[in-house]
C-alpha cells in the first residue's frame, strides 16, 4: 500500500524563526513528489521535485528530496504569520500511477 | 483566467439523498481528480480520469459514482451508499507532469 508520512503533524512557532517539515514516502514507480501550502479552502502549488539533491528555491521557502532514503524537507526561513498553514506532501506513482497520495498534513503556526 | 471551478461551495443533504458536486476546469488539463478531506487529516482520493470517457477508483470510491463525459468536466455524486458523506471535497486537474491545480472546494453536511 502506497504510504506518505508527515512529521511533525503540527508546529508553532514565532516569527524569525525558521522551520524544516518532513515527508517520507513508500511508493512504487515513484514520479514526483509535490509541496502544497492549503490556507482555509483549496491548497496551492509549491514545489515540483523528481530528482535527488537539486534544491528547489521560492524566496524563504526551499524543499530538496532524498530518492535513496526515500524523504523530502520542506525549509522556511525567517517566517512570518503569513506562512501559518497546512503544508501537505505528495507523491505521484504508485500502485495506481499518475494520481497523488498525500500525507496528513503539517499544521504551522507562526505566532507574533 | 483559465482555472478550476467547483461549485457549489456549502451543501447539505438530507439522509438517503443522492447530490451531485460539480467541477469544471478551462485549463485543458487532461487528468481531473476528487479528493475528500476530513478534519485534521490529509486528502483522500476518491476518482480520477486521465481522459475523456475513462476513470479510475482511488482509495475510497464506495458511495460514490463519476462521469467524464467531456474534458473539461468531472462531476462527482455522493450516492445514499455513503455512509459517511459530511467532509471536504476537492476537485483538482493536472496536466501530464506537474502539480496541480485545486478547486476552491465544496462543504457537504448531511443533517
Known amino acids: 500500500e502506497d504510504k506518505v508520512v508527515q512529521s511533525p503533524l503540527s508546529l508553532v512557532v514565532h516569527e524569525g524563526d525558521t522551520v524544516t517539515l518532513n515527508c517520507s514516502y513508500e511508493v512504487t514507480n515513484f514520479r514526483s513528489l509535490l509541496w502544497y501550502k492549503q490556507e482555509k479552502k483549496a491548497p496551492t502549488f509549491l514545489f515540483m521535485l523528481t530528482s535527488s539533491g537539486i534544491e528547489k528555491k521560492s524566496g524563504r521557502l526551499s524543499s530538496i528530496l532524498d530518492k535513496k532514503e526515500l524523504f523530502s524537507i520542506l525549509n522556511i526561513t525567517a517566517t512570518q504569520t503569513g506562512d501559518s498553514a497546512v503544508y501537505l506532501c505528495?507523491?505521484?506513482?504508485?500502485?495506481?500511477?499518475?494520481?497523488?497520495?498525500f500525507g496528513d498534513g503539517t499544521t504551522l503556526t507562526v505566532k507574533p | 483566467d483559465g482555472g478550476i471551478t467547483q461549485s457549489p461551495k456549502y451543501l447539505f443533504r438530507k439522509e438517503g439523498q443522492n447530490v451531485t458536486l460539480s467541477c469544471e476546469q478551462n485549463l485543458n488539463h487532461d487528468a481531473m481528480y476528487w479528493y475528500r478531506q476530513d478534519p485534521g487529516q490529509g486528502l483522500r482520493l476518491i476518482y480520477y480520469s486521465q481522459i475523456v470517457n475513462d476513470f479510475q477508483k482511488g482509495d475510497i470510491a464506495e458511495g460514490y459514482s463519476v462521469s467524464r463525459e467531456k474534458k473539461e468536466s468531472f462531476p462527482l455524486t455522493v450516492t445514499s451508499a455513503q455512509k459517511n458523506p459530511t467532509a471536504f471535497y476537492l476537485c483538482?486537474?493536472?496536466?501530464?507532469?506537474?502539480?496541480?491545480?485545486f478547486g476552491s472546494g465544496t462543504r457537504l453536511t448531511v443533517v
Open positions: 483538482a486537474s493536472s496536466p501530464r507532469l506537474g502539480g496541480y491545480t
Open positions: 505528495a507523491v505521484e506513482g504508485g500502485t495506481n500511477a499518475g494520481k497523488s497520495t
